[in-house]
């Protein structure tokens, strides 16, 4: 599907959606609980509902009541030490880099083979930090090289796990999920410098709302204790920085937004999006008991370093393409594996209207200009986070702008086209081109 956009300004309020990774969490969380859980405020997006699968595989049971997802925990069914009568359990991971990460050491506490699958640029996504423990475990995989065919059989064991922080939190997070369950006390040392420490803060969190504690020291080491039990309960899932970083970029162009339901003392990362705009000069204020803001001047040029909030850099290279100055985006070579070369994606699709955008191995430099000419035809990568950043894009172009699979967002934010339009987003969708 194809998107043609007018330029529109934005106007008016938004509930921001809820966190896909607190979401994520919760829902992994509640599902290796003693009882029921009920998760409230949560958006079945297509990652979302891809990690409710998995852990379905093993045994949860899971009630969608529109925004409130009852959940039976495994240990509530009994289903921790069931028997298999299958060979073999396939846990389609669809995209979803979080549910393939966070599950593959949680399927070692049951026996049996178990085979993951996925779509999209998931294959090529490493998961090395996985095979060396298995290796040194003993536990038994397969996989099939830049595909996702992965084959994992055996059972992890308590002790010392050897990590590094700089390829992706998420290993560190699943390991988080799983060690506890083991029968002994474990370990795990982080090898080198630690990236994107706002995500290991969502997983500790979470595991500590369901029972489970964990001691940090300085993100490190973490001190595992074993046969810990998760606790079921209530939990309500909090708004999402990386989505409202579309809408607080938006109102750094101009746009008028307010936006709803942000926790401003959330843990969440990529709430570093307000002091980055706050640094290249927007003033940020309370209005109708939302956020907004506006620019107090011409925005100016910042570095901004992608290494503890990645996700939230394709939407703020718009911002810095509009700046005055040169934006260097530094750290941000983990942007290439995500769900499409993002570093390549934005340059290339930025500077299709207008913008100066040069790529570096780990970066990028951004050239401010005045305006954004549009009056081309962009492609979203079929990445989410690139559709909804050219969406913001089309408001401040002077002519129209044509954006090629942008239903993409359902991965994250299934109702963003509905929002875009209330807000007083114009455009029209085709099939294909037709």
Known sequence: ??????????????????????????????????????????????????????????????????????????????QLDRKRNIDEVLIDCNESGSTLRFVVPISTLFP?????????????????????????????????????????????????YEVPGNVSSQFISGL??????????????????????????????????????????????????????YKARDYRVEADFSQAAFFLVANALNNEVVLHD??????????????????????????????????EKELTATVIDGSQCPDIIPVLSLAAALSKGTTKVINAGRLRIKESDRLHAIATELNKIGAKIIEKEDGLIIEGVPSLYGGSAVWSHNDHRIAMTLAIASTVCKTSILIEDHECVSKSYPNFWRDFKVLGGRFFERDNGK
Do not use: W
């Open 1 to 78: 599907m194809d998107c043609l956009i007018d330029p529109k300004k934005l106007n008016g309020e938004v509930k921001v959606p809820p966190s896909k990774s607190i979401a994520h969490r919760a829902v992994i969380c509640a599902a290796l609980s003693d009882g029921i859980s009920r998760i409230s405020n949560i958006d079945y997006s297509d990652d979302i509902l891809a990690t409710m699968e998995a852990m379905k595989s093993f045994g949860a049971k899971m009630t969608k009541n529109e925004d409130v997802l009852e959940v039976v925990g495994i240990y509530a069914t009994g």
């Open 262 to 295: 942000l926790n401003l003392d959330s843990l969440q990362g990529d709430k570093e999006v307000i002091h980055i705009l706050e640094r290249m000069g927007m003033k940020f204020y309370q209005e109708n008991g939302g956020l907004t803001g506006k620019p």
């Open 176 to 229: 988080l999920f799983t060690l506890p369950l083991l029968d002994g006390d474990s370990k795990i040392v982080i090898t080198t410098e630690m990236e994107s420490k706002g995500y290991i803060d969502l997983t500790l969190s979470a595991l500590k709302d369901f029972g489970i504690h964990i001691i940090n020291h300085n993100y490190q080491k973490f001190f595992i204790k074993g046969n810990q039990k």
């Open 112 to 160: 049996g083979e178990h085979r993951f699958i996925g779509r999209g640029k998931l294959g090529q996504r490493p998961l090395h930090t996985y095979y060396n423990i298995f290796d040194e475990q003993g536990v038994q995989y397969s996989y099939k090289e830049g595909e996702l065919d992965l084959r994992v059989e055996g059972k992890l064991k308590s002790g010392l």
